[in-house]
């Protein structure tokens, strides 16, 4: 029998304390009018506390969520990216801030990026939380990271493992 055991990588006001700061940033980097992509479902807890701290730096950018996969259920990328839920529509001329929850190979982050320029953005910025550049199959660079991390595996503050734990206040790693 097999026991899944958590560590705690970050805690809960390590976490807060660095989406206080990537806000910061981001604010000085973005136009005034722009609009949050969320890469579902890893980004969705990171995008909630990032748009009330873009919200104390005076920010007021739109939501929206694109549902791309590129997982099964384990814990290695299929290496295909593709789009599962619906593509935004009204995009053409936007200033956009593409934010997922952890770059690994690249190609999601890569992926995503290019449908939004092929629907006509004017501009993409990227943020990722947590960044593996161990792990890059692709070349991606995110304009925004969070935490820069070893080859581990992730879970909690949104993160899943085979759908589990993204409940967990903190980030931590699956030994
Ligand atoms: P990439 O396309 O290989 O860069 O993979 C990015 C996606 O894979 C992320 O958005 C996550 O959803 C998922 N992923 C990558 N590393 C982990 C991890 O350590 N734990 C859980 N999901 C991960
Ligand atoms: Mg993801």
Redesign the pocket.
């Known amino acids: 029998m097999s026991m899944t055991v958590v560590s705690k990588l970050f805690d809960e006001t390590e976490v807060a304390r660095r989406v206080e700061a990537l806000a910061g940033e981001i604010s000085k980097a973005v136009s005034g009018d722009f609009v949050i992509v969320g890469?579902l479902k890893?980004s969705f807890v990171f995008v909630a506390d990032l748009i009330r701290a873009l919200d104390r730096q005076g920010c007021k950018p739109g939501v929206e969520f694109l549902r791309v996969s590129?997982?099964g259920s384990g814990k290695e990328?299929s290496g295909r990216?593709r789009l599962t839920g619906e593509m935004l529509d009204d995009i053409a001329g936007r200033e956009l801030l593409l934010v997922?929850?952890?770059?690994?190979?690249?190609?999601?982050?890569v992926f995503a990026r290019n449908l939004l320029l092929e629907r006509g953005a004017s501009k993409v910025l990227t943020c990722t939380l947590l960044d593996?550049p161990s792990r890059r199959q692709v070349e991606c660079q995110a304009d925004f990271v969070g935490f820069t991390i070893e080859d581990?595996?992730?879970?909690g503050y949104g993160?899943?493992?085979a759908e589990g734990y993204r409940h967990l206040p903190y980030i931590g790693v699956v030994d």
Do not use: A, E, Q
């Open positions: 890469l890893g590129s997982y990328s990216v997922d929850d952890i770059v690994d190979t690249g190609r999601s982050l593996k581990v595996f992730i879970v993160i899943d493992y």
